[in-house]
């Protein structure tokens, strides 16, 4: 497997695995074309230093999975840096073979790599098989979350 900074040219493969999700589906618009604004939020992401939109292709330089790193920097912990792990979809076939685990030891030696004195994520409340991946690895639920949605 091959883990590296995603392309314009693989918005497509990372959209549609995005909305090929429970939750997704609610959420997500997979046309084609793409909407313009996965294209104006792409552009962004990959113009920020402290953002990394990954891809991970299997051994036919298929994009079998995604995942989105923030480095976020902050006074606190002596100016420390925290990453902050969002969008991990693997493609449908792929799930349950283990990939999800290998994607999570790579994030978390990248973010190691950049200096993140710790690693954070989110996860739905309703997707409690996910939260139950996360303690397996070592996540700990330690501060209560709260969103404000416009």
Not at 43 to 57: A, H, S, T
Not at 70 to 86: D, F, H, N, V
Not at 103 to 108: H, L, N, S, T
């Amino acid at each position: 497997m091959n883990y590296r900074k995603a392309t314009e040219k693989d918005l497509t493969a990372i959209v549609k695995m995005m909305a090929d999700d429970v939750l997704g589906k609610k959420k997500e618009k997979f046309q084609s074309p793409l909407p313009i604004e996965y294209v104006k939020a792409f552009q962004n992401i990959n113009e920020d230093k402290n953002q990394e939109l990954i891809v991970l292709e299997n051994e036919k330089l298929e994009v079998i999975g995604t995942l989105q790193i923030s480095y976020i920097q902050y006074i606190s912990y002596l100016g420390g840096m925290r990453a902050q792990i969002e969008n991990v979809f693997i493609r449908a076939d792929q799930r349950g073979l283990g990939i999800g685990k290998k994607v999570f030891k790579w994030a978390i030696n990248r973010a190691k790599e950049k200096n993140a004195h710790l690693v954070q994520l989110t996860s739905n409340k309703e997707r409690p098989r996910s939260i139950k991946f996360y303690e397996n690895l070592g996540f700990k639920a330690t501060h209560e979350g709260m969103k404000l949605h416009f």
